[in-house]
């Protein structure tokens, strides 16, 4: 294969002809595969559309004829002929030339005009791509001096925070101490023992109480409530045992600590009816129908 070989002229094709070649009056040349396919469909030129009736307007030609064909193709011919062949036939083979240099110059035309546009658009791209990037190198090095500066507040946060958890740990375990210490049986022992009256105080206040209330009932009763003095007097010692028996200072030991009561209001002297024995004296007088319940305040 050489540069002065004949390009198939079929558009697809474009391939050099070494072998055999398809020639047509209309000074185009195909190869063997593109020219039979082609003109057993129709006598048509596949290049320019030309039509091929005559009876050499296609001609099969053998690219590399033998000595023998060679020596008779041209013998018997007179030299005008000879010479008149010869020059049609370099004219067919400079007008191929020809049309493969447009073809070759209009290809390179184009390949150009397509390296110039992919030149302009990449030369953009790299222009743009640089802007951006100076762009981001901006960009990443506010955003290097942000992370600096959030990173010294955030260690400032951190030591922050540390000294209030070491104060934290410190109240905590002063409040746990005081707690401690504010819930401590034998402090709460030594303040019952410290608070409370001896009991023999107690004991006689309370006797001190019945006696006054003995005495209230004789003066408010009357003469015919002599004979029921002693049933009253047991009622009365009945309520003040009932009365007092929750009482946190009537306990029988000094040591004994009893769970403190809510904080009861003084109601003075309450009249409830109750039915008492009867008494030895004829009618119902005013003792023998109600009996009396103390409720006594209890010393603070």
């Known amino acids: 294969m050489t540069d002065n070989d004949l390009v198939c002229n079929f558009k697809k094709c474009r391939k050099r002809l070494t072998n055999t070649a398809w020639v047509t009056s209309c000074s185009?040349?195909?190869?063997?595969?593109?020219?039979?396919?082609?003109?057993?469909?129709?006598?048509?030129?596949?290049?320019?559309?030309?039509?091929?009736?005559?009876?050499?307007?296609?001609?099969?030609?053998?690219?590399?004829?033998?000595?023998?064909?060679?020596?008779?193709?041209?013998?018997?011919?007179?030299?005008?002929?000879?010479m008149e062949i010869a020059s049609r036939a370099i004219s067919f083979w400079t007008y191929q030339a020809q049309q493969?240099?447009?073809?070759?110059?209009?290809?390179?035309?184009?390949?150009?005009?397509?390296?110039?546009?992919?030149?302009?658009?990449?030369?953009?791209l790299v222009?743009?791509?640089q802007s951006e990037m100076k762009s981001i190198k901006v960009d990443l090095g506010a955003k290097t001096k942000d992370l600096g500066e959030t990173k010294q507040r955030f260690n400032e946060l951190k030591e922050q925070h540390q000294e209030k958890s070491r104060q934290h740990q410190k109240l905590q375990?002063?409040?746990?101490?005081?707690?401690?210490?504010?819930?401590?049986?034998?402090?709460?022992?030594?303040?019952?023992?410290?608070?409370?009256?001896?009991?023999?105080?107690t004991n006689e206040k309370l006797e001190q109480?019945?006696?006054?209330?003995?005495?209230?009932?004789?003066?408010?009763?009357?003469?015919?409530?002599l004979g029921s003095t002693r049933n009253i007097h047991a009622?009365?010692?009945?309520?003040?045992?009932?009365?007092?028996?929750?009482?946190?200072?009537?306990?029988?030991h000094p040591?004994?600590?009893?769970?403190?009561?809510?904080?009861?209001?003084?109601?003075?002297?309450?009249?409830?009816?109750f039915p008492t024995p009867q008494a030895p004296q004829e009618g119902t007088d005013f003792g023998q129908r109600f009996t009396l319940q103390l409720n006594t305040p209890r010393t603070k």
């Open 127 to 129: 222009n743009k791509l």
């Open 28 to 82: 185009h040349t195909f190869c063997d595969e593109d020219g039979s396919r082609e003109f057993n469909k129709s006598l048509v030129c596949p290049a320019c559309d030309a039509k091929l009736n005559g009876k050499h307007d296609i001609v099969r030609h053998d690219l590399k004829p033998s000595e023998q064909y060679k020596s008779m193709i041209l013998a018997g011919l007179k030299p005008e002929t000879i």
């Open 173 to 201: 375990i002063m409040y746990d101490t005081l707690r401690r210490r504010s819930i401590n049986p034998a402090s709460l022992k030594e303040f019952q023992e410290k608070g409370a009256p001896p009991n023999n105080t």
């Open 235 to 252: 009622c009365v010692q009945e309520a003040h045992q009932s009365l007092f028996a929750p009482f946190p200072f009537a306990a029988k």
């Open 255 to 273: 040591n004994e600590t009893r769970p403190s009561s809510p904080p009861t209001t003084d109601t003075g002297f309450v009249m409830k009816p």
């Open 100 to 124: 493969e240099k447009l073809y070759q110059e209009y290809s390179a035309k184009k390949t150009k005009e397509s390296s110039d546009k992919l030149e302009a658009y990449y030369e953009q």
């Open 209 to 225: 109480q019945q006696n006054a209330n003995s005495k209230f009932f004789q003066m408010s009763m009357g003469t015919n409530f």
